[in-house]
């Protein structure tokens, strides 16, 4: 079992910057497959990034590549997301989620992965 709670979440301006913590309980930390999804309102749960066990392969969706940054503490267990140049459309809720499976690079669903934080709203304002 895996438990995520994300954090970092807040309002910024245009441009500004946010840094997202995920910590995640027990052991297995560096065993998963971790990534981050947002959720707008009245749009469905997109994928943002993604970073392997080992954390040598990572991958971005096209909309937020080159801004943001997925990383992770293997010593604190907790995996982060530098969100850089932020735009109203980066408004969300983000979720850090957990992958039991390996990951070889590409973007990930929602059923690809196993366990799931509650989420941290990120507002962007114009």
């Known amino acids: 079992q895996v438990q995520l709670v994300e954090s970092g979440g807040g309002l910024v301006q245009a441009g500004g910057s946010l840094r997202l913590s995920c910590a995640a309980s027990g052991r297995s930390f560096s065993t998963r497959t971790m990534g981050w999804f947002r959720q707008a309102p009245g749009k469905e749960r997109e994928f943002v990034a993604a970073?392997?066990?080992?954390?040598?392969?990572?991958y971005y969706a096209n909309s937020v590549k080159g801004r943001f940054t997925i990383s992770r503490d293997y010593a604190k267990g907790t995996l982060y997301l530098q969100m850089n140049s932020l735009k109203p459309e980066d408004t969300a809720v983000y979720y850090c989620a957990a992958r039991t499976a390996s990951y070889s690079g590409g973007s990930l669903a929602g059923y690809d992965m196993d366990y799931w934080g509650k989420g941290t709203l990120v507002t962007v304002s114009s």
């Open positions: 970073i392997s066990r080992i954390g040598g392969s990572t």
